[in-house]
């Protein structure tokens, strides 16, 4: 079982500042991708950012420019800095994680979110 935790959530006002960070844990061999979703109030889960092991990123348009990813494969941990929030941004977000375990099993789990709220 892997396990992904999510900190760094918290509000903030707008054109400041956040950054989140995931850990792994668990029976982990090995991870692909690691990424960010996001859930606003009222609507589905979005891509925010994903990045390889490798290091190639995809960011959603919404984001671009604003946000960056990276990641820490030694430690098994995603980042995002999030600078100029804007009060769309406001949601609960997730980090996602695909990869084997150690008995080579593929997994792909889910964090239990951390709330970003920006205020206008």
């Known amino acids: 079982q892997v396990q992904l935790v999510e900190s760094g959530g918290g509000l903030v006002q707008a054109g400041g500042s956040l950054r989140l960070s995931c850990a792994a844990s668990?029976?982990?061999?090995?991870?692909?991708?690691m990424g960010w979703y996001r859930q606003a109030l009222g609507k589905t889960r979005e891509l925010v950012s994903t990045?390889?092991?490798?290091?190639?990123?995809n960011y959603a348009d919404s984001v671009k420019g604003r946000f960056t990813i990276s990641r820490d494969n030694a430690r098994n941990r995603v980042y995002l800095q999030m600078n100029s929030l804007k009060p769309e941004d406001t949601a609960v977000y997730y980090c996602?994680?695909?990869?084997?375990?150690?008995?080579?099993?593929?997994?792909?789990?889910w964090g239990q979110g951390t709330q970003v709220t920006v205020s206008s």
């Open positions: 996602n994680a695909d990869g084997r375990t150690l008995r080579r099993a593929d997994f792909r789990s």
């Open positions: 668990g029976v982990v061999f090995s991870i692909d991708a």
């Open positions: 990045i390889t092991s490798g290091g190639s990123t």
